[in-house]
């Protein structure tokens, strides 16, 4: 079945608030239903059809072409379906997403995935910070589901992480798994200050990692099953990774400022 | 009614009756295939019949690393039980006891199904906290901290409720060098089929049993219709030609696998001939009124 497609008609001039615009919340719409949504978040009233031009098609599938960095929230609390964005977005997208497929195309604001379930979240170009974390006052970040970021993430990615898998294969801003719960973060290019701060457990791996905190311990060189094993279900996603995760790597064990029971790993 | 006769071999007109078990399969690897198949010789030991072992224990096929989870060399083993409690028992001591302590070894779930049995989930404790959970999709895996390193151990394995035990052939020979060579060329033969295990040792069992005993804490005793030295004194099945009888017993995942394992086995047997093999072949059976799988012999034959 073809794809909805809406297209960018012009930049808005407000940000926009995309949620709506998931493929649960469009079910048997039609192309009247759905270009009368309202998207604003100011008090000036802007719809659907006022800033895209709709192509009608199945709404399990949503195709926006053209991006901004004020279009946010696209993809949230998706719980199935397809969204590809063949473009910039804004942020949060794929935020409490918890199944289906989310590719952004290009860039994306603070807040990608954050807090997602589950779902396979993609991001073509950079993400900006405070990747698949969770908002003020919530306790847990990312807790299932794939995020991949082929460009750079800003800093604090997989704050709070609880459960999922992380790649991101340019480089990570500072503090990458800052109080991570669990779950695992991969990072293939450079990384910032202070990798794992305060987290408790989870696993973090990292090419080209700085000088860790004191508070990692050397557990020494490794060649373990888990990490072959988890090379082999990554490299249908990032070959970069699975070629990463079959290298002898060394283990770290922290951070023991907190629980310690995480670890880092990087390439002998 | 003369009895049918391939290649010189007579066959029975008879079946095996077989019953429905609870199986499952895991993929044991270790860093090379020596230490693989120790692992699941290990775990299969003492695992012949039910009635004393808890469980039918024995190794389906061998994995080359190219086709494992970890890439390393794999050996795949299954594990039958009369029930689902005492399949998850048998299965979590087997692996703990017996995969867990082997040098090298990693353990994973090799066959799919809703119904699922704890492997990991069961032996983690071992960890004494240090254990880590690793998800990734719908995949869920025990890093359990050991002296060589991590034993690593998916969660949970598949089970199905649509396993068959108990088929099996009666290899009836003039003595007892012939009836093992045709035994020995049919658990060949049968070891070739996917998804199978011939639990007795080397796939043989030499003391096929009826069912009852003049002793009552007896549940089974030894088939004197079928044995030689007592063909004159009991109501013997063997003919004057008959000085050696083996059985092959055969658990299957599926009832197909038990079907095309038997096949294969009759076929060995009856190329083989009656010379240097079997004379005749017959099947195991309790009337037909205890178990729903009926494998008749003139259905498989070549």
Avoid at chain 1, 76 to 87: D, L, P, R
Avoid at chain 1, 206 to 211: F, H, K, R, V, Y
Avoid at chain 2, 114 to 125: E, H, K, M, N, Q
Wanted: proline letters at 5%.
């Amino acid at each position: 079945m073809k794809p909805l497609v809406l297209t960018l008609k012009h930049e808005p001039n407000q940000r926009l608030d995309l949620a709506p615009l998931a493929p649960h919340l469009l079910e048997g719409k039609s192309v009247k239903d759905v270009a009368a949504i309202e998207l604003q978040t100011t008090r000036e009233t802007i719809t659907v059809g006022d800033i895209f031009k709709i192509r009608s098609g199945g709404t399990g599938s949503i195709r926006f072409e053209g991006g901004s960095v004020r279009l946010d929230n696209i993809g949230q609390n998706m719980n199935a379906g397809e969204i590809v964005i063949e473009g910039d977005c804004g942020k949060s997208p794929g935020r409490n997403m918890s199944g289906g497929n989310l590719v952004a195309m290009g860039d994306c604001g603070h807040f990608a995935g954050s807090a997602m379930s589950g779902g396979r979240l993609e991001i073509a170009g950079d993400a900006g910070g405070f990747l698949g974390a969770p908002l003020e006052g919530e306790m847990e970040g990312m807790t299932g589901g794939l995020l991949i970021v082929r460009g750079n993430a800003g800093a604090r990615a997989g704050d709070r992480l609880r459960r999922g898998t992380i790649v991101i294969e340019g480089s990570a801003g500072d503090f990458p798994g800052s109080r991570m719960i669990a779950g695992t973060l991969i990072v293939l290019g450079e990384c910032g200050c202070l990798p794992g701060y305060l987290m408790r457990r989870g696993t973090i791996v990292l090419a080209d990692p700085p000088e860790l905190a004191p508070t990692f311990v050397d557990c020494g060189e490794h060649d373990l099953a888990f990490a072959s094993v988890f090379s082999g279900l990554l490299r249908p996603e990032s070959r970069a990774a699975a070629r990463l995760l079959s290298r002898p790597l060394i283990r770290f064990a922290g951070d023991m400022a907190a629980l310690g029971k995480g670890e880092i790993f990087f390439p002998a | 009614m003369r009895p049918m006769k391939k290649n010189g071999v007579r066959i029975d007109d008879s079946f095996a009756e077989a019953f429905p078990m609870r199986g499952t399969a895991v993929l044991i690897t270790a860093p090379n295939r020596r230490w693989a198949r120790q692992a699941a010789a290990t775990m299969t030991g003492f695992a012949t019949s039910v009635i004393g072992c808890g469980a039918e224990a024995g190794i389906d096929r061998e994995r080359p690393g190219n086709t494992t989870p970890d890439g390393r060399p794999g050996v795949r083993v299954l594990v039958f039980s009369m029930s689902t409690d005492t399949l998850q028992t048998q299965l979590a001591n087997r692996v703990g006891q017996c995969v867990l302590t082997s040098p090298g070894s990693a353990c994973f779930a090799d066959l799919d199904g809703a119904d699922r049995l704890p492997i990991g989930d069961s032996i983690r404790y071992f960890g004494d906290g240090w254990q880590v959970s690793k998800k990734f999709g719908d995949r869920h895996f025990w890093r359990i901290p050991v002296m060589d390193g991590e034993f690593l151990c998916e969660a949970t394995t598949g089970l199905t409720k649509k396993a068959v035990g108990g088929g099996n052939l009666l290899l009836m020979g003039a003595t007892p060098e012939t009836t093992m060579r045709a035994a020995e060329l049919a658990v060949a033969a049968m070891n070739n089929v996917e998804g199978v295990i011939l639990p007795f040792p080397g796939g043989i069992v030499r003391s096929g049993s009826k069912v009852g005993s003049k002793y009552k804490a007896m549940m089974a005793s030894t088939n004197d219709a079928y044995c030689p030295t007592l063909r004159g004194a009991v109501a013997t099945n063997l003919d004057e030609d008959v000085d050696c009888v083996l059985e092959i017993v055969i658990d299957g995942l599926t009832e197909e696998g038990v079907a095309d394992a038997m096949r294969a086995g009759l076929a060995a047997i009856v190329k083989l001939g009656p010379d240097h093999g079997a004379v005749r072949v017959g099947a195991g059976n309790y009337g037909g009124k205890l178990g729903p799988f009926h494998f008749h012999l003139k259905d498989l034959l070549p």
